[in-house]
């Protein structure tokens, strides 16, 4: 691909991009990996140019909650919902919880709030990185689960009273499945296997389910059936959710997009996880039709707080899942270009052996690692 350095392709010649971004760094390490996160983002925007990134934090989470009684500033959702994406460090103290014993979780509500309903987790086997599984294929791990995130069989989990509990004999969760959500989880699906397979990936979308059980789950793949008709250019595949599990196992390589129904996204994305390194390394974005939450998928990892042992490449790289979110949205070369960039360095820097994070039994912490990410992304090369 072309580099095109502090030249702007995407600059009228009176404007530029200004692209607002809501930041909560929230808890624990999410401060830490957030500002690596962002400094990483400022030196691909400098190498890249063309657009601005205009950071406004609100604050919210367990600390904010133990302090001033409610888990996000004063007016911080409907801030949030006006930027063009939400960037979220990490939520949670064990230490503070609500009276109910239940966690602090307003990013819970943000998700409910603006129907985020594509839930993207990338699993992506970096070179030089530990992995479980001994067969050389492993390397070629890259796949991503594309989880629901609004109903299934979190559905009654989302808003409290939704589950039926009798007196103490029984209680019944809802998995709830509806045509308007399954018909947008769908297009996003095979909308991002066409992306993915003109930048050389298999273009395969698998539908992972239990149909042969479920009317929900027959339900579910009826639609994925119909939408798959308008990308007769993307391959499509099913799996019922329990041979998906083991083919996770036996023959991750083989997978593209797997799409699935929020449970069983929820546990799929954590086994999928597990098979290319640690959690510092774990991406997600959720992205709704007017907006998109951009996290690492782990905690606040309280018991590393301040140590400066934290990975912060997670977020590192739900910050690329960030810019393509937005290059999409603006149709913008120049996010675009930022996101391979960052993308690339990553894979540079354990390519060379440069990226070692204490986490995968390396001697870097999340200084050092954004040190030589910054270096890497000025050196301009993807
Ligand atoms: P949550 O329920 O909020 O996901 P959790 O308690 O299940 O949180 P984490 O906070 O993700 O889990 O931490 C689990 C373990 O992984 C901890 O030992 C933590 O130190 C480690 N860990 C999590 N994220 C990172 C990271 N970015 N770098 C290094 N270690 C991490």
């Given at each position: ?19 607002p ?15 690596s ?6 030196a ?8 601005e ?12 909650y ?8 004063p ?16 939520i ?29 987790r990338?699993?992506?086997a970096?070179?030089?990185?530990p992995r ?29 009273g ?9 209680v ?7 045509r ?5 989880l ?14 050389g ?40 959710v ?13 997978f ?5 129904e ?11 996880g ?23 998928a ?5 018991d ?6 934290a ?43 440069r ?16 040190r ?11």
């Amino acid at each position: 691909m072309e580099l095109i350095r502090g030249k702007n392709r995407d600059q009228t010649a009176m404007s530029r991009l200004h692209i607002p971004i809501a930041v909560i760094r929230g808890d624990g390490i999410g401060p830490e990996t957030t500002d690596s996160a962002i400094c990483v983002l400022e030196a691909a925007r400098e190498v890249i140019d063309g657009f601005e990134l205009v950071y406004q934090e609100i604050l919210a989470g367990a600390g904010y909650y133990a302090k001033y009684g409610c888990d996000i500033e004063p007016g911080g959702e409907v801030r949030a919902g006006d930027a063009e994406a939400i960037f979220l460090g990490a939520i949670g103290l064990p230490s503070v919880r609500h009276a109910d014993g239940t966690e602090i979780s307003p990013h819970l509500r943000l998700r409910d709030r603006f129907q985020l309903y594509a839930g993207i987790r990338p699993v992506k086997a970096y070179p030089n990185t530990p992995r479980p599984l001994s067969d050389r294929r492993a390397s070629d791990i890259d796949l991503i689960i594309l989880r629901e995130s609004t109903e299934g069989l979190f559905y009654s989990a989302a808003v409290h009273g939704r589950s039926r509990i009798s007196d103490d004999s029984w209680v019944e969760d809802t998995l709830r499945i509806t045509r308007e959500t399954s018909e947008k989880l769908h297009r996003f699906a095979f909308q991002l296997a066409r992306k993915r397979k003109a930048g050389g990936s298999r273009g395969l979308v698998t539908c992972v389910d239990k149909s042969n059980v479920f009317s929900s789950m027959a339900f579910f793949r009826r639609i994925f059936d119909e939408i798959s008709l308008s990308y007769p250019d993307v391959e499509k595949g099913y799996s019922y959710v329990d041979a998906q599990a083991l083919d996770l196992i036996r023959r991750p390589w083989e997978f593209d997009v797997l799409v699935t129904e929020n449970m069983f996204g929820d546990i799929l994305s954590d086994l999928a996880g597990g098979l290319v390194g640690g959690m510092g390394l774990a991406a997600c974005a959720e992205i709704g039709d007017q907006t998109g939450l951009f996290q690492p998928a782990h905690g606040s990892a309280p018991d590393i707080i301040g140590t400066n042992k934290a990975n912060p490449l997670a977020a590192v790289l739900s910050a690329a899942l960030m810019l393509d979110y937005l290059a999409e949205k603006h149709q913008a070369d120049s996010l675009n270009d930022a996101a391979r960039l960052i993308e690339h360095s990553v894979n540079r820097g354990f390519q060379e052996d440069r990226l070692r994070p204490f986490e995968l039994g390396g001697n870097m912490g999340t200084l050092e690692i954004t040190r030589v990410l910054t270096e890497l992304i000025r050196d301009g090369e993807y």
